[in-house]
């Protein structure tokens, strides 16, 4: 059985029997006005962190969701996506897709503004999604990527970034490995599709999205998930892992390398009113500005004593260069 096959049979286990926690550490659903989340949406809440920017969800997008679990994320994108298949839901597991269709009926019985054909729900998954080349806005996938290896992930991001139109949004939380998670863990297919053995560190996973075409990347919130202890898992010091929530847009790499957003900013502190770097770049003294981590570099490099550039923060929300 390959470790594809054993996530499939764990993940019809969870849908015949929702238990909390039962991958991932479940956290309380982000709450907006008038939205009810069913309480069965919420024991079977199994992502690491959450997909629902509303940032990015201005204009009533057209989002595609791969791996819909309950519903719970296909409900939220569902609230600022107000109109039939504004949400198209991509799930490979039979028992999954039934459970969450009876959960979004559920929910438009506890919420008068949703209507179940707001979600299409098809078969399908990562590595040859159903859909047309370019043709929606944000794709979503939340505790689903960390599963594949290597050779499967950069399939399942080919697939997203085909279908996506130009400017469109990739929206993901995945475990990432504070560092290389042995061998013989990733090896067990049990851990693996409990998103615990796959994880790959910081460094590979942003790797894959540039390698797959992105030319910009987001660091939306990056915080504590789940430590492997030397107790229950083979290993001779504890691993930390982390839940990692990110946003790629499908724009060219410029020359010089794509904009990885992490949090960081750069402060100019010299005698003028403000710093012109030439190259499309202008700090207003005093004033941090929002910068990618490339532009950061290299303004701490060509102006070291003149910009002061501070630490990520692993969260940004937009309004700097690039």
Known sequence: MSYLETAAEFYTEAAKTPQVGLCCISTPPMQYPDLKIP???????????????????????????????????ALQFAYFCRRKRGVIAIEPVEAMREVATRNLQLAAQENSWFDPEFVEILAGDAFALPIPDSSVDVVAQNCLFNIFDAKDLQRA???????????????????????????????????????????????????YLIAAGFGQ????????????DIHSFDLDTPLMLESLDSVSFKVPIPEDGACVFTGKTAIYSGLD????????????????????????????????????VTDSTWHYNGGGCC
């Not at 992502?47 to 309950?70: D, F, K």
């Not at 990347?217 to 430590?227: F, K, S, W």
């Open 217 to 228: 990347i987001e660091v939306r919130a990056r915080r504590p998930y789940r430590l492997l």
């Open 39 to 73: 309480e069965i949406m919420q024991q079977m809440n199994y992502g690491c962190g959450t997909t629902i920017h509303p940032t990015e969800l201005r204009g009533s997008p057209t989002v595609l969701y791969i791996g819909v679990g309950g519903g719970l994320e």
């Open 273 to 308: 009113a403000f710093l012109d770097d030439r190259a499309g770049h202008v700090l207003q003294r005093g004033n941090p500005t929002s910068v990618c981590d490339k532009t950061a570099s290299k303004l701490a490099q060509k102006f070291p004593q003149e910009v002061v």
């Open 157 to 207: 991001l080919k697939e997203v970034y085909r279908v996506l139109k130009p400017k469109g949004r990739l929206i993901m939380s995945d475990p990432i490995a504070t560092r290389p998670i042995p061998a013989i863990l990733q090896a067990d297919e049990r851990l693996r599709a409990m998103c615990l053995s796959g994880a790959m560190t910081y460094d590979e996973y942003i790797h």
